[in-house]
């Protein structure tokens, strides 16, 4: 085998790896896996596209009360519906230990007065009712609607191309809900046979354990609900 023969081998087994995630989201997620391996090659096949709305959600925000925010999106509509305005807010990954819902209601209730009111900031759909718990127990809380994730239709051409051709090495999810979407866009399209070599790379085991509709080689959580440990775990599966 020449040198250019050698060369052509390696860029055909070049590691590719399928970013599941939304166009919003993906950009600091890939500089990411590419600062921790530039030799991977990304594959983008978005499950929800963000449409940012307000439904009432861009009214102005009570001085007198705190914000919860438990996604990307949120936080981002709360710089807008803020302006300069100063508030305590609670969020997902605020403190060590806050790694998800549950974790994050449990610590206002250690810490939040009652009598002051709370806003939570969030898409249409959620996967956990935030809101009735609060208020159940003892919370007053508002609600503002700022974002509605909606599921793709189609998968991109590129994406299927690779899959067919047997490139991929694995694909990431970041909620249930976008594997699930997944799952059920590949049925429809009569691929998941192609599924026996792919690695699902999953930021939680909620995430793995929605993922029952593909032959995955196998389905590997995080250590911690959070993107950094994704970057991490890709490093360690897939070494530079």
Known sequence: MNVVEEHKDVEEKKCKIVITRHQEGAADLSAAIHEANPNIELI??????????????????????????????????????????????????????????????????????????????????????????????????????????????????????ALRAKEINAVTFFSARSADIFENLIIEANLTTEFRSIKALCLSMQVVNSLTGLPWLEKIPTERKKTAYMVSLIEKIYPD
């Open 44 to 161: 983008y096949a978005p499950v929800l596209e963000i449409d940012n709305q307000s439904d009432g959600g861009y009214a102005p925000i009570p001085e007198d009360c705190a914000l919860i925010t438990t996604s990307r999106q949120s936080k981002q509509a709360l710089k807008r519906l803020m302006g300069t305005g100063i508030h305590t807010q609670y969020t997902i990954g605020m403190r060590r230990g806050i790694t998800d819902v549950h974790s994050l209601i449990a610590y206002i209730e250690r810490v939040h007065d009652k009598d002051v009111p709370l806003v939570y900031v969030r898409g249409r759909n959620v996967s956990h009712d935030l809101t009735e718990e609060l208020t159940a127990k003892g919370y007053t809380i508002e609600e503002r609607i700022v974002y509605e994730a909606q599921a793709a239709k189609t998968l991109p051409k590129d994406f299927i191309a």
